[in-house]
């Protein structure tokens, strides 16, 4: 059982608040993942680390910053909350075990987030 | 129970030549299809959708994939492989269930050889 969590799961927040998004796993994956996913559709890579002080940019664009100081942590930050900035936000975690080619991602069980 | 399957772990190819990732679901009612590359230490980079019309999807990169109602499938396909294209490979289906979820296949590995 994969034990990554995400704080808030639910979040409605005023146009113009800074917001923080949680992530945390325990299994010490150096890989960690955000995505953005409207209802039930695709989901889009926004950013992405390798490990502790690396941070990548996704193929979504997104005005949102990520920053991974622990291992465990990887909140993603909103500076100035937006009404297209509604949607779902899954964090994933990975680590490829030794003799294995295929990663599996550990999916959180998201935020979502309504700006009015 | 609703699935996806991708029954190959690994796809070669030859550089120039066609390429097919097969994927078959179970799902009762209409499927939302979509399939997703994975790049070397990359997260999951969507690459198209079905969700209803046309049953050719035209998605990124050139990759194409054809919903087969009658077969269950939907394979991944491109007419002309390029070695940048070996990657990891994952079909998924909308949970009906928790809508806002997405099952995913196991992945398929495509090697395309120089």
């Known amino acids: 059982e994969a034990d990554i969590y995400q704080t808030p799961r639910y979040l409605v927040i005023g146009t113009g608040k800074k917001i923080t998004l949680e992530c945390s796993q325990t299994?010490?994956?150096?890989?960690m993942y955000w995505y953005q996913q409207d209802p039930g559709m695709e989901l889009h890579l926004i950013h992405y680390?390798?490990?502790?002080?690396?941070?990548e940019k996704g193929d979504l664009s997104s005005e949102s910053t990520v920053s991974r100081i622990r291992t465990e942590h990887f909140p993603l930050t909103l500076e100035s909350a937006r009404p297209s900035h509604t949607s779902q936000y899954l964090c994933?975690?990975?680590?490829?075990?030794?003799?294995?080619?295929?990663?599996?991602?550990?999916f959180g069980p998201g935020t979502r987030l309504l700006v009015l | 129970a609703q699935s996806v399957a991708q029954p190959e772990d690994q796809v070669n190819v030859a550089e120039g030549n066609p390429l097919t990732v097969k994927c078959t679901y179970s799902v009762s009612g209409n499927p939302y299809l979509f399939w997703y590359v994975q790049y070397p230490n990359r997260g999951l980079q969507f690459l198209l959708k079905?969700?209803?019309?046309?049953?050719l999807v035209k998605g990124s990169y050139g990759f194409e994939a054809e919903f087969n109602k009658s077969q269950t499938s939907f394979h991944l396909k491109k007419p002309s492989a390029l070695v940048s294209d070996s990657a990891l490979y994952f079909c998924a289906v909308r949970d009906r269930r928790d809508t806002d979820k997405l099952i995913f296949g196991t992945g398929t590995r495509l090697q395309v050889f120089p």
């Open positions: 994933a975690s990975s680590d490829l075990p030794p003799g294995q080619f295929q990663e599996t991602q550990y």
């Open positions: 079905y969700i209803t019309g046309d049953n």
């Open positions: 299994m010490g994956h150096d890989k």
């Open positions: 680390s390798y490990g502790v002080n690396s941070t």
